[in-house]
């Protein structure tokens, strides 16, 4: 069964770091891309990274570029999210997501697996 399990989140204050995992099996994620989204309380998930297969290419959102910085491990299937000069904003469920398409896309439609969060508070 193909599965995504993230980790890593937790309670920080604003200016802190926390470091996301996002764990694959069930299948070789390490040749498709892969994304970081968020959702709120009340908002809608949004985009906040991609990274292509082979790292080759990286997108951010405008919120977190220069902040957050997405990352793979490929022989361990696994997609990190590094989170730094946090912000209470910030705070949401964070996801990862797998496209099978591999089209490093914003939009969350387009991607097929999902894992099911972990909670991110940043204290202000």
């Known amino acids: 069964q193909v599965q995504l399990v993230e980790s890593g989140g937790g309670l920080v204050q604003a200016g802190g770091s926390l470091r996301l995992s996002c764990a694959a099996s069930?299948?070789?994620?390490?040749?498709?891309?892969m994304g970081w989204f968020r959702q709120a309380p009340g908002k809608e998930r949004e985009f906040v990274a991609a990274?292509?297969?082979?790292?080759?290419?990286?997108y951010y959102a405008d919120s977190v570029k220069g902040r957050f910085t997405i990352s793979r491990g490929n022989a361990k299937n696994t997609v990190y999210l590094q989170m730094n000069s946090l912000k209470h904003e910030d705070t949401a469920v964070y996801f990862c997501a797998v496209d099978w398409a591999n089209r490093v896309t914003v939009d969350p439609p387009q991607y097929d697996i999902w894992g099911q969060g972990t909670q991110v508070t940043v204290s202000s």
């Open positions: 069930g299948r070789t994620f390490s040749s498709y891309s």
């Open positions: 990274i292509s297969w082979d790292a080759s290419y990286i």
